[in-house]
């Protein structure tokens, strides 16, 4: 608490300390004496307060007026006088407290205070201290309370406009605050509001909910709080909306690198406040660091990358909203095609004396790669006229038994329908001889459960090489159980074998000129039999016979049991049928309904339990009178007849490529994907495959590497509707992505069939020239012949002709 400063401070306020210390006992008038008085908010009030000198005699004395403050009722100075002293005021009365003139109507203690609060209201007390005097036989306090009344003011509103759907719930919230507490009423079009089942008022009036949007409920719905001190009103429109609708979707598009690309995307809304937002491959294309420096969204919405690079491709999505229903979206793929070009060089490469080598061209293009050309210690290299050379698909050279005469110089140069950005840097090629295993894995390891093996593997270099690295991994690529596998050098130990430990694992030395690689089994007897695999099924109106191979045993010594779970697809309860005889592996499935999809797993036990289950097999019966079908097998690998060239086995798989579309471009169609997700690096190659039929075929003619995600295909019949998949090949298996419906507009067949016209017209008139040309020069040569005769006829060195046969 601080004095105003008439007086220097510290003296005023050791001085005033000094008095209160000294004070007598004051006598305080009880609660039930109290003067109450009423005051609105923002004006002034005067508390009336009388001195009442003992004996009526003048004597110095000190005012103190107190507010009880909080719930304990603490009483706060709020206005402290002494004459000739500086008053006090307490906090937050600063400049609203003043003792009242001499000369007013009031008493001499009164108290004046301005511009009111709500907080002001309470309790105040009037303290009058005479100093050196006892005043327990006077009166000489008075209690006020002050009713501080406030007219109504919003704490809270709804929105002026408000958009709704019909069958929406919404909640109008209107607050208010003033004193006394106001009383909020609900109007809707002037009228009051009456509850119904979907309309009710809550929370002491403030919320008007609706539960479910109706064409009556539309409107202007109006809140008005009120209290004896006056009323305020607050109106919010309710009509309906209509969430964002695209109009101009973004299109495709092909564009040189260098050049501009713009992606509209326009949409329409009420209310009009569209919000557009760009995505490249799912992330906003702010955030893409890439292009950062280079995109721009305009105000309608478009997307404007300037200059593109070779990296912009993929699937652009714009995505739209007024906050009104789900944002709506759509998507075009931005293609840019570029020369093709060498991303890296390696100065050295190493090729394997007599083994099959590859020296590598690293290249980026799209168009796609069409050829490459090599020079071999600067003179131009004929892969094709040579017996141990092959040039990849990918560009790369394959050498298929290294020797001495490879060794040499090298430079690649890439082209494509772009043409090229230029040749690699030369590329120094040495042939060393590889690594060789010292020390071999046996072919085969069987150990029992809970046993250990060791598998023993050492490599060593050729002279003038590097050591090679020695590590162990499984060949259908899942990962060691660190906890039990340890290494030492290039021999590794399994502790507390497991059925899972079972599989074919890989000794791999690898130095800078080869990785190679020694095979063993490891067979663990004693376990649970394998799940089955390569289940297939033939279905008839009632009845399906299952075929499938039966996994490992689980040991020499055990034989395989079998049961057949199935269920009605859609149901979860499964009916389960015990194979006879013991040890089959086809059984026939009876009495079941025609026209209806099954559900079948096949689950094998021995003596010591029961196996994992099959991958699960659907197949629908047949409707009377159709004929039977085989079923394709699902049961590992998924689709192996949809697609036969597809690796066996059901080892691990990556998961399925994504995002799979095909586009027109300028010189036939290009097909996209991206990489999987789950497992990306099992991936080995990509297989595309098409169908406009009933029968899935290959489109590629080699395999595609693991970092391509597109290719382009030129000769699809126009008018035609095609099916594609692509393929994520691992070692042993594969994943499929989903299926992608495209059709070919009928103007590439219209294409093809007015150049076809075209070129039978011209070769028609070609024809008819050369004939022409033909008849005139054997005229001509026959006019000659005649000449020639007659001439020498005359002469007598030749007989004349016989005319009896004509002249040829």
């Known amino acids: 608490m601080g004095w105003r400063a008439e007086q220097p401070p510290h003296i005023a306020a050791g001085l005033l300390l000094l008095l209160l210390v000294n004070l007598p006992v004051t ?7 109290a003067v109450h008085i009423t005051a609105i908010l923002g004006e002034s009030v005067v508390f009336n307060c009388q001195v009442d000198f003992p004996e009526d005699i003048p004597v110095p004395y000190v005012l103190q007026w107190e507010k009880k403050v909080g719930e304990t009722g603490q009483d706060i100075p709020i206005y402290i006088w002494y004459e000739n002293y500086p008053t006090h005021s307490g906090e937050g009365y600063e400049g609203r407290v003043s003792r009242v003139s001499s000369d007013s109507p009031y008493g001499a203690a009164s108290l004046n205070l301005t511009n009111i609060t709500e907080s002001d209201q309470g309790w105040y007390e009037c303290k009058v201290v005479f100093l050196n005097r006892s005043p327990s036989q006077h009166k000489n306090g008075t209690w006020f309370h002050l009713d501080v009344h406030a007219p109504p003011r919003f704490s809270i509103t709804p929105e002026d406009i408000i958009y709704v759907n019909l069958g929406d719930a919404i909640i109008l919230n209107c607050q208010a605050e003033g004193t006394p507490p106001p009383e909020i009423l609900w109007f809707k079009d002037a009228n009051p509001v009456e509850p119904s089942g979907t309309v009710g008022i809550f929370n002491d009036g403030t919320e008007l909910r609706i539960s479910n949007i109706r064409h009556e409920d ?7 709080a009120r209290n004896g001190e006056g009323q305020v009103s607050h109106t919010a429109r309710v009509i309906i909306a209509g969430g964002a609708v695209i109009t101009m979707p973004p299109t495709n598009q092909t564009k040189l690198e260098g050049e501009k690309v713009q992606f509209t995307c326009e949409a329409k809304a009420l209310p009009g406040n569209v919000t557009v937002k760009w995505f490249r491959e799912g992330a906003p294309v702010a955030e893409v660091a890439a292009l950062e420096t280079r995109v721009t969204i305009r105000g309608d919405g478009a997307l404007v990358i300037n200059p593109v690079a070779a990296d912009d491709s993929g699937q652009y999505l714009c995505e739209v909203s007024n906050g009104i229903g789900d944002p709506q979206s759509a998507s075009a793929y931005l293609n840019v095609e570029y020369p093709a070009k060498v991303t890296f060089t390696p100065t050295v490469q190493y090729l394997p004396f007599r083994l099959a080598g590859v020296v590598q061209c690293y290249i980026k293009a799209n168009p796609p790669l069409q050829y490459v050309t090599w020079t071999k210690d600067k003179r131009l290299l004929e892969p094709y006229q040579t017996k141990d050379i092959v040039i990849m698909n990918n560009g790369s050279l394959l050498f298929t038994r290294v020797n001495q005469n490879h060794q040499g110089r090298y430079t690649c140069t890439p082209y494509n329908a772009q043409g090229t950005q230029g040749s690699s840097g030369p590329m120094e090629v040495l042939v060393r001889k590889p690594p060789v295993f010292t020390v071999e894995p046996e072919p085969l390891y069987q150990r029992k459960v809970g046993e250990s093996v060791e598998m023993h593997c ?10 090679p690295s020695v590590v162990w991994r499984r060949r259908d690529g899942l ?17 507390t074998l497991r059925r899972q430990d079972f599989g074919i694992y890989q000794c791999v030395a690898t130095n800078e000129v080869a990785m190679i690689i020694a095979d063993t089994q490891l067979v663990i ?18 009845q399906v016979t299952l075929r499938w191979q039966p996994g490992y045993a689980g040991g020499p010594d055990y034989k395989q049991d079998y049961t057949i779970w199935y269920r009605e697809a859609g149901y979860s309860e499964w009916t389960k049928v015990p194979v006879t005889p013991s040890g089959a592996t086809s059984v026939t499935i009876n009495r079941l309904q025609p026209g209806t999809t099954y559900e079948f797993q096949v689950n094998s036990k021995n003596t010591i339990g029961e196996g994992m289950m099959s991958k699960a097999i659907t197949i629908r019966t047949l409707d009377v009178g159709a004929k039977p079908k085989a079923t394709p097998t699902v049961a590992g690998p998924v689709d192996e007849k949809i697609f036969p060239n597809a690796p066996e086995g059901s080892g691990p798989k990556s998961g ?3 995002n799979l579309t095909v586009t027109e471009v300028h010189n036939g169609f290009l097909i996209t994907w991206q990489a999987p997700l789950e497992r990306a690096q099992l991936v080995q190659y990509y297989t595309i495959k098409y169908r406009t039929d009933a029968q899935w075929k290959t489109l590629n003619r080699g395999q595609i590497r693991s970092e391509e995600t597109s290719y382009l295909v030129k000769n699809l019949v126009g008018g035609r509707t095609y099916y594609f998949r692509v393929l994520a090949n691992s070692a042993t298996s594969y994943e499929s992505s989903d299926e992608v419906k495209f059709s070919v507009p009928a103007r590439v067949k219209h294409k093809a069939i007015t150049a076809g016209v075209v070129g039978g017209i011209l070769f028609f008139i070609v024809a008819i020239i050369l004939s022409v040309c033909a008849v005139k020069i054997c005229n001509k ?6 000449e020639k005769g007659e001439c020498r006829g005359r002469t007598g060195r030749w007989p004349a002709p016989d005319t009896r046969r004509p002249v040829r």
Do not use: M, W
Request: charged share 30%; net charge positive; proline share 7%.
């Open 781 to 786: 040569r026959k006019r000659r012949k005649q």
């Open 218 to 224: 539309i409107g202007d719905y109006t809140c008005i």
């Open 525 to 542: 007897e004693g376990t649970q039999p394998h799940a089955p695999y390569n289940v297939s099924g033939t279905a008839t109106e009632f």
């Open 458 to 467: 050492e490599a060593q270099e050729a002279e003038g090489t590097q050591r």
């Open 27 to 33: 006598c305080h008038q009880d609660h039930q004496d």
């Open 479 to 495: 990962p060691l159980q660190k906890s039990r596998v340890r290494a030492l050098g290039g021999n590794i130990t399994i502790d």
């Open 656 to 658: 399925p490529p994504r």
